[in-house]
């Protein structure tokens, strides 16, 4: 090769280590103001380290979050729905795609090398033109080739290198989204179970209270006999009693495809799907610490998805750009080429070439400018996303922890109307023996307790629901990055009252 050869390919290789583009800087996560220092209700956040630029966690490990609640038939529920939940296993699939297409994107790093070995045997015409006559003769031949290609982009611009940076942001929000399908999974599973043990407790008091409303049936019916009741305290007493009994059927469907939705979460046919007894009532909440909106932005991996979409975004706009440069190929070739078979492998039949190619974009109908157009418009459609991702982060924390402290208040004070209905109750049945009220009196006593035990049980639930719901929001965790949990933190305050059967 001769000298200008080398000093052309010195020269490629200098300017090789430009990149065309903006390279990729993370904007701020919400426009024109500064981000809460704290949630509303929480810690100060001087307590903590001061705020900092959020770096994307999502792929840290969360651990069993949901062995908070100290629930064995959940751990299990769990396990099976990580193993055999079909979503999830798309989701994984969909990973390992990206995976490979990072592979693709940066296998134009390195030249291309194909082989083509072909034979062909062709005849010429005798008419042929040559040198402006015919050639008057016609010739039959083989021609046997065993070539190499060589074909190789020299990245000048960058352009390999932002399809490369783009696939590799794409396969980090794909992980992402897989870590963030995989929490929608954990947390699902949870409100499910919860709200199924609300049911089955909210069954189990209905199912009881009837047991007491078919003593008092009978106990009226006594009565009645004995000239002591009205027939209207019996009927009052049955009408009480077939209500309840018609509330049993709801119940149990609503508890029925609870069931089947968790069968189908765990990988689980619904035929035959059962769980083992477990009390809702007889467990702790679990008071959890929350910790900083930065950390809140760095964990959650749905934000992280959608910080990672920026970047492959803005490495697309590089790409774009880069296709207003000249894309410039090494193009070689070298092997054998013969007239018979026997021939081919012969040193004198050698062939070689090696040289470089430019091409120049110098008319494309504007369809250059319209694609960094495109690209810029994309990117700024994912910075919009990012930011919604982030303010709904802060809503759904905000939503939830508002939930833990309204709801607990509620929980005390519907506690304490149960203890109160419960008092009047056994004052009207005390009265309704003494012959002093009606049967009517009793019934409105028994209804009163019996829906305000119920809304207890179903705010029981509701708070478990709400405390799942605030660990997904979180992102699959409550602690402080970098910071252990301890017995303290995982401090719990009861949610259990004594009901009566």
């Keep these: 090769m001769n000298k200008q050869f080398f000093i052309f390919a010195a020269g490629l290789v200098f300017i090789a280590g430009c990149s065309v583009g903006p390279d990729y800087h993370q904007p701020p996560a919400i426009a024109s103001q500064p981000v809460p220092a704290a949630f509303t209700g929480t810690v100060s956040a001087t307590n903590y380290s001061?705020?900092?630029?959020?770096?994307?966690?999502?792929?840290?490990?969360?651990?069993?979050?949901?062995?908070?609640?100290?629930?064995?038939?959940?751990?299990?529920?769990?396990?099976?729905?990580?193993?055999?939940?079909?979503?999830?296993?798309?989701?994984?699939?969909?990973?390992?795609?990206?995976?490979?297409?990072?592979?693709?994107?940066?296998?134009?790093?390195?030249?291309?090398?194909?082989?083509?070995?072909?034979?062909?045997?062709?005849?010429?015409?005798?008419?042929?033109?040559?040198?402006?006559?015919?050639?008057?003769?016609?010739?039959?031949?083989?021609?046997?080739?065993?070539?190499?290609?060589?074909?190789?982009?020299?990245?000048?611009?960058?352009?390999?290198?932002?399809?490369?940076?783009?696939?590799?942001?794409?396969?980090?929000?794909?992980?992402?989204?897989?870590?963030?399908?995989?929490?929608?999974?954990?947390?699902?599973?949870?409100?499910?179970?919860?709200?199924?043990?609300?049911?089955?407790?909210?069954?189990?008091?209905?199912?009881?209270?009837?047991?007491?409303?078919?003593?008092?049936?009978?106990?009226?019916?006594?009565?009645?006999?004995?000239?002591?009741?009205?027939?209207?305290?019996?009927?009052?007493?049955?009408?009480?009693?077939?209500?309840?009994?018609?509330?049993l059927p709801a119940l149990e469907l609503q508890q029925e495809t609870l069931l089947h939705a968790l069968a189908t979460l765990c990988g689980r046919p619904a035929t035959g799907f059962q769980l083992a007894p477990d009390n809702l009532m007889t467990n702790a909440i679990p008071n959890l610490p929350v910790s900083l909106p930065s950390e809140l932005l760095e964990r959650r991996p749905d934000i992280a998805a959608a910080e990672r979409r920026m970047n492959a975004a803005n490495a697309d706009v590089g790409v774009a750009k880069s296709a207003f440069y000249p894309q410039v190929y090494l193009n070689g070739g070298a092997g054998y080429e013969s007239l018979s078979a026997n021939s081919l492998f012969d040193w004198p039949s050698r062939v070689w070439a090696l040289g470089p190619?430019?091409?120049?974009?110098?008319?494309?109908?504007?369809?250059?400018?319209?694609?960094?157009?495109?690209?810029?418009?994309?990117?700024?459609?994912?910075?919009?996303?990012?930011?919604?991702?982030?303010?709904?982060?802060?809503?759904?924390?905000?939503?939830?922890?508002?939930?833990?402290?309204?709801?607990?208040?509620?929980?005390?004070?519907?506690?304490?109307?149960?203890?109160?209905?419960?008092h009047t109750l056994d004052i009207s049945n005390n009265r309704y023996q003494a012959g002093l009220d009606t049967y009517l009196d009793v019934a409105t006593a028994q209804s009163v307790t019996l829906s305000n035990e119920r809304t207890v049980v179903q705010l029981a639930g509701q708070r478990l629901v709400a405390e799942v719901a605030l660990i997904k929001a979180l992102g699959g965790d409550w602690q402080p990055l970098g910071v252990e949990k301890t017995s303290q933190d995982q401090g719990s305050h009861q949610a259990v009252v004594g009901l009566k059967p």
């Design 50 to 247: 001061e705020w900092k630029v959020a770096q994307p966690s999502a792929s840290l490990p969360r651990g069993e979050w949901w062995k908070v609640f100290d629930r064995a038939e959940l751990d299990r529920l769990e396990s099976l729905a990580a193993t055999n939940n079909q979503n999830l296993a798309a989701t994984a699939a969909q990973v390992e795609q990206a995976r490979a297409l990072v592979k693709v994107a940066r296998a134009d790093f390195f030249p291309q090398l194909s082989a083509q070995p072909s034979y062909v045997r062709q005849g010429t015409s005798f008419n042929a033109p040559q040198n402006g006559k015919a050639a008057g003769a016609a010739y039959t031949y083989n021609t046997f080739m065993a070539p190499l290609d060589l074909n190789w982009e020299l990245d000048l611009w960058g352009r390999v290198r932002r399809e490369s940076e783009s696939a590799q942001a794409h396969f980090m929000a794909v992980a992402d989204d897989f870590a963030s399908a995989k929490l929608l999974l954990q947390a699902e599973v949870a409100s499910d179970y919860f709200m199924l043990r609300a049911l089955e407790a909210e069954h189990a008091l209905v199912a009881d209270t009837i047991t007491t409303y078919r003593r008092s049936l009978e106990l009226t019916q006594n009565r009645r006999r004995g000239g002591i009741a009205s027939d209207l305290d019996v009927a009052q007493a049955e009408t009480q009693l077939r209500v309840a009994e018609a509330e």
């Design 357 to 422: 190619s430019v091409n120049f974009p110098l008319f494309t109908g504007g369809r250059n400018r319209a694609q960094l157009a495109a690209a810029r418009a994309a990117y700024d459609g994912t910075v919009a996303n990012y930011r919604e991702t982030v303010l709904t982060a802060f809503q759904e924390v905000e939503d939830q922890l508002s939930a833990q402290r309204l709801l607990a208040a509620q929980f005390d004070a519907q506690s304490a109307a149960v203890a109160a209905a419960q």
